[in-house]
């Protein structure tokens, strides 16, 4: 007899899945630190430079679509500027 799961449960048990791999592999990545102190100081701070714009624009746009779905009428009531939402 075929066993039926809630979507509901078979989704967070593929969010649990990612979110387990995406650890192991921040996790991993810790074993390439001898490699980053053998590169040139021009391509670790390009390096760098990179990972700083990339983690400021996930920042950013996650704060978007959060005002965006969540919190545009509670922030124009505080702050009315331009149209309502």
């Known amino acids: ?3 039926s799961l ?3 449960w ?16 921040l996790a ?4 390439l630190t001898a ?5 040139p100081a ?5 390096l760098r430079s990179v990972s700083a714009g990339a983690g400021l624009a996930y ?3 996650y704060l978007l679509f959060e005002l965006v779905t969540e919190g545009a009428g509670e ?4 702050i009315p500027l331009g149209p309502g939402p």
């Open 28 to 31: 991993g990545s810790h074993g």
């Open 75 to 78: 922030i124009h009531e505080v």
């Open 1 to 3: 007899m075929p066993v």
């Open 42 to 46: 021009r391509l670790l701070s390009t």
């Open 10 to 25: 078979s989704a967070m048990r593929e969010n649990d899945i990612l979110a387990f791999a995406g650890s192991l592999a």
């Open 35 to 39: 490699l980053l102190h053998a590169m």
């Open 6 to 8: 809630d979507p509901e």
């Open 59 to 61: 920042v950013f746009l």
